[in-house]
């Protein structure tokens, strides 16, 4: 199985912050990574997709990078709206499996 | 609008059974594949696992902790996904979801809000 490895599980940043959430997988898995963001007590929603792309509708503060085994989430600019846990999900190789999750909270 | 919702979630006593159901709408049903994903309370994300659509031959896979006792199955002509679950654990306590996706897009479009199952005694 491929496993996919979020850090950090946690992070803790003030609004207008720069932050960058990263997920190594355990082999290569070309560009086939989405990212969700999920609120509690709600489903996860599609931010990034095919490692880059940016899911319709999401602000552009949003952006992904990587490939191979190595990605990155990166929000240029810490909303209030974005507080929230945020996953990876490799699309390579059944199993499915996603990463352990990163907790964005308030400073 | 897409819409997806799922049901027949509910408390259930190990070794029992469950068949949750995935409503949709608001897109063309039989064009992609269809995911379950669980998450147990507090926990992170899960995947259950899937089923192809029709030009697929609506092959199936699952992820290793479910294979044998849960199975996926899909109706084109009710826009309806379902999911058998068989021999309950404690362990599969959690909310069930729906999701969508169209091969080669490399991402879940669309969730549904998700239906829980207790597994307890």
């Known amino acids: 199985d491929i496993q996919m490895t979020q850090s950090p599980s946690t992070l803790s940043a003030s609004v207008g912050d720069r932050v960058t959430i990263t997920c190594r997988a355990s082999?290569?898995?070309?560009?086939?990574l989405a990212w969700y963001q999920q609120k509690p007590g709600k489903a996860p929603k599609l931010l990034i997709y095919?490692?880059?792309s940016l899911e319709s509708g999401v602000p552009s503060r949003f952006s992904g990078s990587g490939s191979g085994t190595e990605f990155t989430l990166t929000i240029s600019s810490l909303q209030p709206d974005d507080f929230a846990t945020y996953y990876c999900?490799?699309?390579?190789?059944?199993?499915?499996?996603f990463g352990g999750g990163t907790k964005v909270e308030i400073k | 609008e897409v819409q997806l919702v799922e049901s027949g979630g509910g408390l259930v006593q190990p070794g029992g059974s469950l068949r949750l159901s995935c409503a949709a709408s608001?897109?063309?049903?039989?064009?992609?594949?269809m995911d379950w994903v669980r998450q147990a309370p507090g926990k992170g994300l899960e995947w259950v696992g899937r089923?192809?659509?029709?030009?697929?031959?609506?092959?199936?896979e699952y992820a290793a902790s479910v294979k044998g006792r849960f199975t996926i199955s899909r109706d084109d002509s009710k826009n309806l996904l379902y999911l058998q679950i068989n021999s309950l654990k404690t362990e599969d306590t959690a909310v069930y979801y729906c999701?969508?996706?169209?091969?080669?897009?490399?991402?879940?479009?669309?969730w549904g809000q998700g239906t829980l199952v207790t597994v307890s005694s």
């Open positions: 999701a969508v996706y169209y091969s080669g897009t490399g991402g879940y479009w669309h």
């Open positions: 608001g897109f063309t049903f039989s064009d992609p594949y």
């Open positions: 089923t192809k659509n029709k030009i697929n031959s609506y092959t199936t």
């Open positions: 082999q290569s898995i070309s560009s086939w």
């Open positions: 095919k490692a880059s």
């Open positions: 999900q490799q699309f390579s190789a059944y199993p499915l499996t």
